[in-house]
């Protein structure tokens, strides 16, 4: 078996993952990305799908629904946002979702986990409602025979497709929905404050951007979302759905650190996932970005732990993804299961919307742009006593690269323009974090590495 992150194909673009079990299978929802993408979401909905026995083998259900199913949206000029799928009292699945530029939460609805969705309808506000927080990321949790839906956004600042007012961004939101699947039984309630109202509670500083995401675990209800910081995936914990909840951390960041916490070094920008229970352990979806952009996102997860309060211990991001053990590599492995890109000693903060086409980057199965760039893999089980790295250049004398094992270096190699450069190692018996630092005058390609 073979587990690695990014979870699936290498030339799959699912982002915003909402994972949930289904009759022994892990269903993935999410949006849909395209290499080398110069918007979000640009493709119809497809999903991926694992038996819960064997996360290392993930299946293409295909398209599950066409943004142009939706009427308001025929000529599909809108894209699919972000969606969440429940299997409702009826035994029927209702997806969630929002269309680009349209503030309203649309839903269809399918017989079978991953079948062809047909739209359904709009989620309805009541009457005379007061809070109307703007439609996006919807998240729909089923709690017994009742359903929550979770929503909202929070930005301070202005965006060309939405509408964002003080009144309509104040953060996450909650309202529990009728029978129907699309009435919402009251006005929705503000739980996660957003940029302008954590000050002074235990949010401030992780204040709610997006991305809500509603589960349940041991009679506790665990609200997660993306913060203002964007990367991180936090959560806050209640004994009730739709009130009470309090910030407990951050899950997981898809910038990671180096030696100064303040300082974040990767191409990185937002961040979108869950998490959920499979068969004994729970694990955390989420994703990276590619292609030095951020509209190439791809899918990743990790094994996430519970302590005896319930609550979560931060989660690392991994190339080994959800393994319970460290890799053991005995092929070749593709460079871009690098868990971590840097771009040289000073990373940059990418502000949203904005690319960086000029950075160390993963496009495809490679590694390209590479000059002064950092990058990592993490774990294995043990490095055997030798590695090969499968380098492109052009030819001539191109610097060189620094082989570190566990923050120790092992090797500086220099790279001739020949199409491999291998060195020897001292077999490390405890499981090992791979770090390649290069430092070359002429931008070179990173293919694989092998043991």
Known sequence: MTYLNPLLPLNEYIPDGEPHVFDGRVYLYGSHDQAAGIKYCPLDYTVYSASVDHLDEWRCEGVIYHKSQDPRNADGSHELYAPDCVRGSDGRYYLYYVLEGIDAIGVAVCDTPAGHYEYYGEVKLPEHCHEKPIAFDPAILQDGERYYLAYGFSFNGT????????????????????????????????????????????????????????????????????????????????????????????????????EDEALYKNNYANNHGSIVKINEIYAIFYHRHTYGRQYSRQACAEIIHMNDQGLFEPAQVTSQGLSEQPLSIDHLLPAAAACFVYDGLQGEFIPFGADSMDKARIEGSSIVNITESNICFRYFEAIPDQITLNLLTDGSECGTVEVMINERLMAVLNIKGEPTISCSLKPEEVKAELWLNFHCPRPIQLESIIF
């Open 159 to 258: 965006l060309p497709t939405m509408n964002l007012t003080p009144e309509n961004t104040k953060g996450g939101y909650v309202a529990e929905l009728a029978a129907d699947m699309l009435t919402l039984k009251h006005e929705p309630r503000l739980v996660i404050p957003g940029y302008a109202l954590g000050k002074g509670s235990s949010f401030e500083g992780h204040e709610f951007l997006e991305a809500a995401s509603l589960r349940k675990f041991n009679n506790r209800y665990y609200f997660i979302y993306s913060s203002q910081a964007q990367h991180e995936l936090c959560y806050a914990v209640s004994s009730y759905p739709d009130r009470d909840f309090t910030y407990q951390g951050i899950l997981i960041s898809n910038a990671g650190k180096l």
